[in-house]
């Protein structure tokens, strides 16, 4: 089964905390991408990556940091810097050539306690 | 800065009847265009793409573009209840190093 998979479900973080959210893919995708969704609002970028070992910072990327140390991984640090950082996070990929088509993975709701 | 824009809805509309949804962007050499449907408390699903001026059918969807008027829309035909979700437009800005833009998302209801 191809796909985009994403750990944890739900995940609650206490204030001053650095929590990590996983993004696994098997697509064999070099494109990774990690968005924000806020209720009632679009997804806004917060970091890319085209290729292993390179990021780019999206439109929001102040308190997040990223890793691609491998082609299917591309974790997501919300650290304690976030001051606002409960949110529902999608983790998305795409072949880098081509019109840019990006699929989802199910989403990691994240809340602060 | 590039924009995509959706009207701001909620739509509701009866069971068997056409949904017609539109979006519209700013950046004119744009060429790739997306719709993406979002279930409540779910993520994106990709449902249709399209890059050529003109309409793209696939089963109940239809994907119209028009890139002089810099508009894409999507018509969704004998709506079902199962098809009440939140729908997404994106727009791939000109520019190999441009990423997707996305509206803010239109919410579809269906009533029985």
């Known amino acids: 089964d191809g796909g985009i998979t994403q750990s944890p479900k739900y995940l609650f973080r206490k204030e001053g905390q650095n929590v990590t959210l996983s993004c696994e893919q098997n697509?064999?995708?070099?494109?990774m991408y990690w968005y924000r969704q806020d209720p009632g609002q679009g997804l806004r970028l917060i970091y890319y990556?085209?290729?292993?070992?390179?990021?780019q910072k999206g439109d929001i990327a102040e308190g997040y940091s990223v890793s691609r140390e491998k082609k299917e991984s591309f974790p997501l640090t919300v650290t304690s810097a976030q001051k606002n950082p409960t949110a529902f996070y999608l983790c998305?990929?795409?072949?880098?050539?081509?019109?840019?088509?990006?699929?989802f993975g199910p989403g990691t709701r994240l809340t602060v306690l | 800065q590039k924009e995509v824009e959706q009207n701001s809805g909620p739509l509701s509309v009866p069971e068997g009847a056409i949904a017609s949804l539109n979006c519209t962007y700013s950046d004119r050499g744009s060429q790739s265009f997306f719709w993406y449907r979002q279930y409540s408390g779910k993520s994106p699903e990709l449902i249709m793409s399209?890059?050529?001026?003109g309409d793209k059918e696939d089963g109940r969807f239809t994907a119209q573009l028009n890139k002089a008027s810099q508009y894409v829309s999507l018509l969704i035909r004998d709506s079902q209840p199962s098809d009440s979700a939140t729908y997404l437009c994106?727009?791939?800005?000109?520019?190999?190093?441009?990423?997707?833009?996305f509206g803010k998302g239109i919410t579809l209801s269906v009533r029985p």
């Open positions: 697509l064999n995708h070099d494109a």
């Open positions: 399209i890059y050529s001026n």
């Open positions: 998305a990929s795409s072949i880098v050539a081509g019109p840019d088509t990006q699929y």
């Open positions: 994106a727009v791939k800005p000109p520019g190999a190093n441009s990423k997707l833009t």
């Open positions: 990556s085209q290729i292993v070992n390179d990021f």
